[in-house]
């Protein structure tokens, strides 16, 4: 037998192929009964019997036990070998050299450096800008009570997070050419299991110092303690994930852990205010505590490497897809494939239940009831609306964070999570907008009828949001009314974002910060919030002066109905490109005449 | 390991992605690294059936796509899954190379429970799903070189150009995965379940995107493949493949999954009922 494996033309047929039985094996054939034509359904025969049916007349020869030949093959190679030797051709052939690798880090460093500088310096602007917390106790929870509460929700987002991706994935090309080799998947893994933790603990790091020195004010030698705690225990929970995904949990239950953390975080805080429970500052970790965290992490990180080869391969393709969908949105800055992409991760493939639609009766009750059960199906979207409702909420309740400016900050990131959170029915159908055209209805009806789960959502978040505006402002029926008024134009926002066309990259570039930005994207990335911004001038300015107006009332009503026929729009282009085609087109005309 | 692929040669080019690598190919080194070994071989003399599905049931979030399908396959014999698009064959499939947790029933691979984890299972089942991914700076040789020298052959350059012509790939040997067709691609797949060793063979419609010559040479593969002893289990709705290569046929249905002689089969097919 030969250790050249498959034949190659020189040997294209024989016993020398590393196979099974040779050319005398026995007329064994798959037979599910005994019989052809007949039914499978618990009649699994082995049949030994000779080939019965009408089949190639030169299979083997009947009569040999059926027995699977030796198997010999040659050494295989190290998994480390397979994977240089891939990594290898990349950096030599697409222009990856030691150079382009040191480019790319350097661009890599700068440009985290200067986001993290810039917000820094935004946190450090707000937390001066903050009042001082107020002698004696407290009414509310303290500043460090919140930061706790942010902790805990941080954490659930990575869980979330990790579980969804995987954490440790295998897709394309290393999909199809590596998985199938008889090589030690730990080898080939293992550069994939170190790398979401790295970047967890990079994320951990950078958002946890960014709470210490900022919003809390803190510096020197405490900063970098905390900022390693927290890369640390960033890494451990996601290095937690991929042994959860070793020993066989789902990826939903994983993302849904984490879920139900985030959830907690501002229910914990609303706990903690009701129980009044005060944190006058946070500890900071000890250097012991760094270094047993630290042995912890290289513990968990020995365990998962020694658990990589109890990967299934269709776990590591699931999530080595996931993985690359969502690289991919990142890199095109589509936020709308990056949240299909988290989405569908935790999505079971199949439901108990089938939705009854009783309320569909035409087609557009069956628009608005499909919206409606793709937003009561994604467990995540009703996390985010739940969280995103108690964010002003707790920014009022908190003395430092209570000025005007601190509760609309509170309140337009708020709304604007809650807002995304809603358009998952729409975002579905611009990704597959064949079942809109299969409905007798006009798109601008169709973007309307849209709107209404979003409104419908709005209007519950509002009453959250608005009424613990209103008992800030001790003003709780005034802005109820202005969060009912107000929520379509969150609605429209959401649709208008869900319909916005894809990022044109070929356009001048801006420069910004943060580097060159081509004007395309940002053209497109603006629909949505253009309208938030705008069309919700009179929340912001009642919010502003701590008062609910008639006037502002009023003209937060003709806002609404502007906002809604904005948003009805099917036209993709900006005003300007609109005024700027129109111009051409008169030109073109009085040209030829 | 050595890298030989230093020099740049001079290439076509496509909106600046190169198409082709015209210097010399790279090599992937065995000896010296650590972690080479010699793979153990623990099923010779094995006399079960090769694959044996008992009741297998499939599907996706407990929800079955098909009835419950039962078969043997033995050494040296071919068996094709048929049935109409959405059937359920490739869920079959997927669950018989341990890509699927089957939703009930047993299905078998040289007499145990399918664990694609287990080396041994990975060096005796080679697949061709409907994957279309490959490494963006390999060539089409070195993609094939990756899997034979991968799967410990010896002589693989000499294994691989022998399975570059038979494929019609000679010409495209250093091409780059983006200057290939459809068709082209599929062939490379093709060839690299070939050039490396195995006991089974499955293959997931591989007519697909083929022209009829390179159909006709690849069932004279798959006869050669079960003439040597290896079995071949494939999905397929051609009727010429089936007829020419399956010895039997499941029908692979939502209400009840039957078995059928090839030429029953490969009628059904003809006459659009699978």
């Not at chain 1, 630290?294 to 590591?316: E, F, H, K, S, Y």
């Amino acid at each position: 037998m030969s250790r050249d494996g498959g034949p190659g033309r020189a040997d294209p047929r024989g016993t020398d192929r590393s196979g099974t039985a040779g050319p005398d094996a026995p007329d064994v054939d798959a037979a599910g009964a005994d019989a052809a034509g007949s039914d499978v359904e618990g009649a699994a025969a082995e049949s030994t019997a000779p080939d019965d049916g009408p089949g190639p007349a030169d299979g083997p020869d009947p009569g040999d036990e059926p027995v699977v030949r030796p198997f010999e093959v040659g050494e295989v190679p190290p998994a480390r070998a397979i994977r240089r030797y891939t990594a290898q051709a990349g950096s030599t052939r697409v222009g990856a050299g030691l150079g382009a690798l040191l480019g790319d880090l350097y661009y890599a460093v700068i440009s985290v450096a200067i986001g993290v500088l810039i917000a820094l310096g935004v946190a450090q602007s707000l937390r001066v800008a903050l009042p001082p917390a107020p002698p004696g106790a407290l009414e509310g929870p303290s500043l460090a009570a919140i930061v706790v509460a942010i902790l805990v929700g941080l954490a659930g987002a990575l869980v979330s997070l990790a579980g969804r991706l995987g954490p440790i994935g295998a897709g394309g090309a290393e999909a199809t050419w590596w998985l199938g080799l008889p090589v030690d998947r730990r080898g080939l893994l293992r550069p994939a299991s170190r790398r979401l933790p790295a970047l967890g603990a990079l994320a951990g790091a950078v958002l946890v110092g960014l709470l210490d020195a900022g919003l809390l004010g803190a510096s020197g030698e405490r900063v970098v303690r905390v900022v390693l705690a927290a890369a640390l225990v960033a890494a451990a929970l996601v290095l937690l994930a991929g042994l959860g995904q070793a020993a066989g949990a789902p990826r939903r239950r994983l993302a849904l852990l984490g879920d139900l953390v985030l959830v907690a975080a501002p229910v914990l805080a609303i706990v903690l205010t009701v129980a009044g429970w005060q944190v006058a500052a946070l500890p900071a970790p000890s250097w012991p505590l760094v270094l047993v965290l630290a042995v912890v992490v290289v513990a968990l990180a020995a365990a998962l490497d020694r658990r990589l080869g109890a990967i299934p391969a269709r776990t590591l393709r699931e999530s080595g897809s996931v993985a690359s969908q969502a690289v991919g949105a990142v890199v095109s800055l589509d936020s709308r494939e990056l949240g299909r992409a988290l989405t569908d991760a935790a999505m079971p493939s199949a439901r108990r239940r089938t939705a009854r639609l009783r309320t569909a009766r035409g087609a557009a009750s069956a628009l608005v009831t499909a919206d409606l059960v793709v937003l009561r199906r994604s467990a995540r979207h009703l996390v985010q609306l739940v969280v995103s409702a108690l964010v002003p909420a707790l920014a009022c309740a908190v003395p430092q964070l209570d000025s005007p400016v601190g509760v609309l900050l509170a309140l337009v990131g708020g709304g604007y999570v809650a807002m995304s959170a809603t358009g998952e029915g729409a975002r579905r159908a611009e990704m597959a907008p064949v079942l809109d055209r299969l409905l007798p209805l006009d798109a601008r009806r169709v973007r309307r009828l849209r709107m209404v789960v979003p409104a419908a959502a709005m209007v519950l978040w509002s009453l959250v949001a608005f009424g613990a505006l209103g008992w800030w402002a001790s003003d709780v029926p005034g802005f109820l009314v202005l969060g009912v008024v107000s929520a379509p134009v969150w609605a429209g926002a959401a649709v208008r974002a869900s319909y916005r066309p894809a990022p044109d990259w070929g356009g001048p570039l801006v420069s910004t910060p943060a580097g060159a930005l081509p004007s395309g994207v940002l053209a497109v990335l603006r629909r949505g919030p253009d309208v938030v911004v705008l069309g919700l001038l009179p929340v912001w300015i009642c919010v502003l002066l701590r008062t609910v107006s008639p006037t502002l009332l009023v003209v937060q009503l003709a806002c609404t109905l502007l906002a809604v026929l904005v948003c009805s729009s099917i036209r993709t282009g900006s005003f300007m490109d609109r005024a700027l085609a129109a111009q051409e087109e008169t030109g073109t005309k009085a040209g030829a005449r | 390991m050595r890298g030989g692929a230093a020099t740049c040669g001079t290439s076509a080019h496509d909106g600046g992605m190169r198409r082709q690598w015209t210097g010399r190919p790279m090599v992937l080194g065995v000896r010296g690294g650590t972690g080479a070994r010699r793979l153990p071989d623990t099923l010779a003399g094995v006399s079960k059936p090769v694959v044996r599905a008992q009741d297998l049931l499939v599907g996706y979030g407990g929800a079955p796509v098909c009835a419950p399908v039962a078969f043997t396959l033995a050494p040296g014999r071919a068996l094709a899954l048929v049935g109409p698009n959405g059937s359920g064959k490739s869920t079959v499939l997927r669950a018989v190379i341990g890509l699927l947790e089957p939703a009930g029933g047993v299905v078998e691979v040289f007499g145990a429970a399918v664990d694609e984890r287990d080396v041994a299972f990975r060096a005796r089942v080679a697949s061709v799903l409907d994957d279309d991914a490959y490494f963006p700076a390999l060539t089409v040789s070195e993609h094939l070189y990756l899997t034979a020298r991968g799967h410990g052959v010896h002589g693989a350059q000499d294994v691989v150009d022998g399975l570059l012509d038979e494929f019609g790939l000679t010409e495209h040997a250093r091409s780059l995965p983006v200057a290939l067709s459809s068709g082209q691609r599929r062939r490379l797949l093709l060839a690299a379940a070939l050039v490396r060793p195995r006991s089974l063979l499955v293959l997931d419609e591989p007519e697909q995107r083929l022209d009829h010559t390179m159909r006709d040479r690849l069932a004279q593969r798959l006869l050669d493949e079960k003439r040597a002893g290896g079995s071949v289990l494939l999905a397929t709705h051609d009727p010429d493949l089936l007829r020419t290569v399956a010895d039997r046929a499941v029908l692979v249905a939502e209400d009840r999954s039957r078995v059928l002689s090839a030429v029953e089969a490969a009628q059904q097919i003809a006459g659009g009922t699978a």
